[in-house]
């Protein structure tokens, strides 16, 4: 288990170094936060501590969600993903280094724009439940990116990018970053329990002394959504896998 995951990190080096300066990352994971934060801002007297989380949760969701997509389009188009697969390492450990390059643009992207963003605010947090959580999101929507990765099995990375940008969408507006969940109709709020973001977004009001949901729901919630998005898509990926070479 230590040799597979020393091959992961190997992995995650490897795509560190080849996609986190590809452009649909730099587009996705770092443009695009900010202007969609924009958007968010102008035209509303908002109060801070929303201004906060809505950049640390758009900016951790869509960092971590950014880089994973590209890299198996990519690397079976250049041939790169066979070699992967006939080197002495499992498919598993493969997607674990996916899911570690995804990981440390996001935890990376993510710390360096809350940590100013809370002091120009002069926000009070409470730095144990928002590392936590910060940790556990964007460990989830790293994962969440695994699954996304596996369908449909083509080497065109603007498919799997299209998908996915239909789902970071759909649940970027249930998740309680425009309108609060004690703000939202019974129905609303049934309907963004789905989004692992909704757990995040609350969990970020809770480091700040709110907070609509138990803490602990937040938390496992996050956890529970990593883990089955995770051997989710470790077992999509497993059955698509000939698709991929034919």
Known sequence: MIDQLKRSFAIAKKDMLIFYIKGPVVIMGLLFPFFLFLAFLIGRNLPQDSLFVGLTAMTAFFTSTAVGPTIIPWECRGRTFERLITAPVSLT????????????????????IAIPAMLYF????EWVIFITATLLAVGTFSAMTVL???YPPTDVPADVMML????????????GIFVPLEDLPSYGRLVSYVSPLTYYV???????????????????????????FFFAGVAVHKRVLERRFT
């Open 93 to 112: 450990t493969v997607l674990l280094g996916d899911f570690q390059a995804s990981l440390y643009f996001g935890l990376a992207i993510t710390f360096a």
């Open 122 to 125: 002069s926000l009070g947090l």
């Open 148 to 150: 996304l990765s596996s």
């Open 164 to 175: 996915t940008s239909l789902v970071k969408f759909s649940l970027l507006f249930i998740s």
């Open 202 to 228: 609350d969990a970020l009001r809770h480091s700040l002394g709110e907070g609509y949901l138990p803490l602990w729901v937040d938390l496992g919630m996050l956890v529970l959504f990593g883990i089955a």
